[in-house]
């Protein structure tokens, strides 16, 4: 597989099957993943892997603290922009409506859009969940360092036959996930990732978000 057929094939898995991924495919990927561009050579980025039991054990947590606040804890940064202006707001938009046109969950079905919302916190099936931090005393060089981290990751995934889905929803928990993982005060979680074998048959798997014409983002400078 090519880099380019990586990138084209990548996207955000949904639902999973319960293939279980083999630890030491796990532990190639990121250690691969680790030769992703670091400014400095700090390497920023750490990783919880949670699979099994322990993956279990999230989950039940994880129910009793959406019981507790619905609406989650309070994110430590906000993960959109307040007041999203355009044409950055009609994007996230589509892209939500899109999923649910999908799943059959009409617009007034509040109960169904979140019961499909609440399927970030248990992986959306998949059996392992990864979860990314850093430190706090970090700043936005980075943080996107972690993100080029995170790609890596999924690339590599890609092409060897997985799945996965970056979820920036686990944000909204993080004290609980925090204290599940025994993370110190010194570490903020930023977000979590879904990796997995992809169910063929679920719809949401179906889903190919739209992207911008080249002309919208890239401004080419020749003379």
Not at 113 to 118: E, G, N
Request: hydrophobic fraction near 45%; glycine fraction near 8%; aromatic fraction near 10%.
């Amino acid at each position: 597989m090519s880099v380019s057929d990586a990138v084209m094939e990548r996207r955000s898995i949904r639902a999973y099957t319960d293939q279980p991924v083999p630890r030491a495919v796990i532990e190639e990927i990121l250690s691969l993943a680790a030769r992703a561009p670091s400014g400095g050579n700090l390497q920023p980025w750490n990783v919880h892997v949670v699979t099994g039991e322990a993956l279990d054990r999230l989950k039940a947590h994880m129910k009793e603290a959406i019981a507790a606040s619905p609406t989650g804890e309070g994110t430590d940064f906000d993960i959109y922009p307040k007041n999203l202006p355009e044409p950055w707001r009609s994007r996230r938009h589509k892209v939500g409506e899109d999923l649910y046109a999908l799943l059959g969950i009409e617009r007034d079905n509040r109960l169904g859009r979140m019961l499909q919302f609440s399927r970030n916190y248990e992986f959306f099936g998949a059996p392992v969940g990864l979860f990314f931090s850093i430190d706090r005393q970090m700043g936005l060089p980075q943080w996107a360092h972690l993100g080029m981290f995170m790609q890596t990751i999924a690339l590599l995934a890609v092409e060897r036959g997985l799945s996965t889905c970056m979820q920036e929803a686990w944000a909204a928990f993080p004290k609980t996930v925090s204290a599940f993982l025994g993370l110190p005060d010194d570490r903020r979680l930023y977000c979590g990732m879904a990796l997995g074998f992809a169910d063929p048959d679920a719809p949401a798997n179906s889903l190919r978000t739209e992207r911008a014409a080249l002309e919208d983002f890239a401004v080419f400078l020749d003379h």
